[in-house]
């Protein structure tokens, strides 16, 4: 999950972060920080998220990145999501496709709290976390069939215990598959599903060096 601090110098935004990091060790979290004035030397901001216990660091000025590749603090972010369960974000307060916590007056883009109390960023935190870790187990078809707009919302209703799994037509407890044709994707149901990933799952271990197969991308083109 993604969730961003802004305000002023010393208004709290590394304290809180430090404290997050403290109190969550049962999750890996990497810390992005922007650094307009230049990079921080030791003793600074990024040194205390280090010994606070957080998993990666990342320095950006503007959107130059520095320790880390990337062209812009959007590919940063994603490519972080896909190695940690939390990011958190200080500075960027102009970035309004990050969620964040507002510590000053006039507010900033895409403010979810003003000022809150750390347990209560704990707490959304943790929700935030088990929401996304459903969402992932959907096909996110976002087909709108379970009655919810998309699978997104679906993700919350299960998790406040208002909806099940099963209630998606195209959940597969055993994989995720999707299938895109001519740029379109092709819903299945469980049983074609299963079809395929059995058909697939046996021709490929027949290949020498297939053994245990977890991931499997196929893209063809006909002439």
């Not at 979290?29 to 307009?36: R, S």
């Not at 972080?80 to 958190?88: A, M, P, R, S, T």
């Not at 979810?112 to 088990?130: A, L, N």
């Amino acid at each position: 999950m993604l969730l961003g601090f802004c305000g002023p110098s010393n208004s709290g935004k590394t304290t809180m972060i430090c404290e997050i990091i403290e109190r969550l060790p049962e999750y890996r979290i990497a810390v992005v920080k922007h650094t307009p004035h230049g990079i921080d030397v030791a003793g600074k901001d990024s040194t205390r998220f280090m010994q606070s216990g957080a998993a990666e660091v990342v320095l950006m000025n503007g959107e130059n990145v520095h320790f880390r590749k990337g062209e812009s603090i959007s590919g940063v972010l994603l490519s972080l999501k896909g190695e940690y369960d939390i990011v958190l974000v200080e500075g960027f307060k102009k970035y309004r496709f990050i969620p964040k916590i507002c510590f000053q007056m006039e507010g900033c883009e895409n403010c979810i709290m003003y000022k809150p109390s750390t347990e209560d960023v704990i707490q959304h935190i943790k929700k935030e976390v088990e929401i996304e870790r459903i969402e992932a187990q959907l096909p996110n078809f976002n087909c709108g069939e379970c009655s919810h707009r998309n699978c997104r919302e679906m993700a919350e209703a299960i998790y406040r215990g208002e909806d099940t799994f099963k209630n998606c037509r195209y959940w597969n407890p055993n994989a995720l598959i999707s299938v895109r044709v001519n740029g379109k994707d092709i819903y299945m149901g469980r049983f074609v599903q299963d079809l395929l990933i059995n058909t697939l799952e046996g021709l490929l271990k027949s290949f020498k060096g297939v053994r245990d197969i977890k991931n499997v991308e196929i893209k063809f083109r006909k002439k």
